[in-house]
């Protein structure tokens, strides 16, 4: 019996019942929600190979301005218009700064002046001497000097680039897998990150490293996507670039990525392996062959190595660059190993003598208290519960998943820099932050990305107007620490971010009975949590735009309570100790209540090298510098730090050009005005009259001054234009030149001035590895630096312009 009604002819067998089957019975769908990350098509792979060149090139304008063939015409110039606005809130106002990190200005200055000094790093034209980390940074700096000559805005410019073309590169490495909403959310997250937008403003390594790590990760993105190995060369390439950027900072996420490589790309195991190990050779060639030269060098064709103690670019970066930063042994460092500070005296964070130097609290909590959460923590929480999220959603996704290898490649990078940021016992500021503002965005716009279009499903529009309502509290928390700053803004945003997290949820119910007005609740639901999300970090940024910002530490956003000095430290006008609540913008802070450092420094008006002839009164606010001629109540000698009764040993405190913990300088900016710890941490400000005196016959001399320090060195040498030699690095600690040798160059008539360093002697000039005075550090031996000073003061003549102290190397006495 068959199902068929055919009935054949009279004569006519039947058919097999094969031949006509059962008709096809209509089943019920099954209704399984969408995957909340569904898989998107790649854009088409161009075409390979060097002949395809021209025809790029020729199609590259059409290209940019429209995009992916898949997008919506409007993507591309909202993507454009997102990179030219943070171009233009990075570059607005740039000038205010000054020259910034004068440490780096004056290496981009010799830069300009010397090609052997561009590729060494050096402080100054002449080679003495590098700055303390490798070169790349200084180089796209000082290319754009060469071209617009020297002053700030050609020197900040190219960081301020940077910042846009990282937020491009952050756009299109979310795109890769997820929608352009969640490519354009990362970007404009990581553009309104308060640190961000302080340190693409600034001339530190930290911008060009961010860029190049996001380049990394857009790499590593594309090779997991199909195992290829070019886009796996290209990943090590650019970490060999990083390297020589910042030396062993870049490695913070590298292992994370060669996890993932080797878990999740698409080929067989031995081939992952042999892929990996081709980038390490691409990183070793990229990051290797400057350290292969400098090391090969002998050292007297090539400056000295600025930070080591053994003129050794591996031993500073395996060191103080280094493991040193992690286990708190900074050889180099003023101070060497655990700081000795004055009894009483405890640090920013609740470090105790003796504990972890001053550099704050370590802990889980790191990042996310004092003033460090205002500089990149708004946005944390909620990047930690959407990458929860997305883990937990594509658990049971193919191996080779690219929504799932996304979130371990940004999460990758933000678990493995948040823990070494949160337990590394070295120096540590809050501008590090910067580093973890991609991976950040990047996890937002993701997150958001998948749980915006499943809101309509309960439990995914739960967890997003969760996320928003944590994010929304978090905001509230992190502005009630800068209470003074728009005080309206905190319960705007609390209120908004809930509001809009309540009406998400209203919109989820609303849709199942009307989907039009569900849809409307939502869009105004989400453009209301945007606002509320994004309200706190863009006022921040917003105030740090308008704030200029100079010297060796910078925060950034308005006054938080607690933190080092008032808005943190590097503003202009400087900073002081914790409980410095001095107006912003203004010279001030000092210890709690007001109170001056310990034994008083003054508040005489020195410039780098005049006398302390204040009482250390008024808040800590002294710009004077002290130069052991104390007029005050106590002496003020090499390495004390003397007021009232007596004089009290600092010997030892840490710091690296890249400043003291926390914030610039000690209350009065101790030392040069404007230049705390006697022009440690900042510039000196050089006059008009000093400048003119070092730049007699300058062309006669190899440097037309030397000075203990780089500080103080890079201010004089930008005021004049001509080298000057900074006797022992940074910190002055560096056995960069001994006595004798110093005295061979006078004699040859290579240097012409000798600048007075004050009350800075009290603070690296002293005695071995900076960890005493020259005559206070209990018995402490000198250093180089200190031996040169000792003998020039006691044989040559003193010229004073204004309040600044010179001696005439060619004028000896009698």
Known sequence: ??????????????????????????????????????????????????????????????????????????????????????????????????????????????????????????????????????????????????????????????????????????????????????????????????????????????ALLVLLLTLSAYGMVRAVETASTRWLLFTGAVFGFAFLTKTLAAFLILPAFAVVYLVVAPTGLWRRVRQTLLAGAALLVAGGWWVAVVELLPASARPYVGGSQDNSFLSLTFGYNGLGRVDGNERGSVGGGAARLPAGLDLPGGAARGGNRGWGQTGITRLFGGDIGGQIAWLMPAALILLVVGLWATRRYARTDTARAAFLVWGG?????????????????????????????????????????????????????????????????????????????????????????????????????????????????????????????????????????????????????????????????????PGGQAPRGRNGGGFPGGGAFPGGPGSGAGSGAGSNQGSGSDNGSSNGSGNGSGKANGRHERGTTGNGNGATTVPGLPGDPEGFPGGAGFPGGMGGAGGGMGGLLGGTKVSDEAAALLKQDADRFTWVAAAVGSQTSASYQLATGEPVMALGGFNGTDPSLSLADFQKDVQQGKVHWFIDGGSRRGFGGGGTGGAGGASGDEGGQQTESAQIEAWVTAHFTKHTVGTATFYDLTAPTS
């Open 413 to 577: 990078w933000l678990i493995s820099t948040a823990l070494v940021f949160s337990f590394m016992s070295g120096i540590f500021h809050q501008y590090y932050t910067v580093a973890l503002a991609p991976a950040v965005a990047a996890l937002v716009g993701m997150g958001v990305d998948g749980l915006w279009r499943a809101r309509h499903r309960l439990p995914w529009a739960l967890v997003l107007s969760g996320t928003l309502a944590v994010t929304a509290v978090w905001a509230f928390v992190l502005l009630g620490r800068s209470s003074d700053f728009l005080p309206w803004l905190r319960w705007a945003v609390l209120l908004g971010g809930l509001a809009a997290a309540g009406a998400l949820l209203w919109g989820q119910a609303a849709g199942r009975s009307s989907g039009r007005l569900g849809a409307r609740i939502a869009s105004v639901a989400g453009l209301v949590g945007l606002a509320a999300a994004l309200g706190g970090p863009a006022a921040y940024a917003v105030d740090t735009v308008a704030t200029a910002h100079n010297g060796s530490i910078v925060t950034a956003g308005p006054s938080v309570k607690g933190s080092f000095g008032p808005g943190g430290g590097g503003r202009k006008g400087g900073a002081g100790f």
């Open 1 to 206: 019996m068959t199902t068929s009604s055919y009935s054949p002819p009279a004569g006519e067998p039947w058919p097999e019942a094969a031949d006509y089957p059962p008709p096809q019975v209509p089943q019920p769908e099954v209704d399984r929600p969408a995957p909340l990350f569904p898989e998107q098509p790649l854009p088409p792979a161009g075409p390979k190979g060097f002949a395809s060149w021209s025809e790029r090139l020729r199609t590259l304008p059409a290209r940019a301005w429209r995009g992916r063939e898949d997008d919506p015409r409007w993507v591309r110039p909202a993507l454009l218009g997102l990179m030219a606005a943070t171009a233009f809130l990075y570059l607005w106002g740039l000038g205010a700064s000054g020259w910034a990190n004068a440490f780096y200005s004056a290496a981009v200055q010799a830069g300009s002046q010397s090609w052997k000094a561009f590729f060494f790093g050096s402080s100054d034209a002449a080679n003495f001497i590098t700055v303390d980390k490798p070169p790349m940074s200084l180089w796209p700096m000082a290319l754009s000097v060469r071209l617009f000559g020297l002053d700030s805005w050609s020197i900040l410019a190219p960081q301020a680039l940077m910042g846009a073309a990282t937020a491009g590169v952050l756009y299109a490495t979310v795109r890769r897998r997820f929608s352009p909403l969640g490519g354009l959310l990362a970007g404009a997250a990581f553009a309104l990150t308060p640190v961000a937008a302080l340190m693409f403003r600034f001339n530190n390594p930290d």
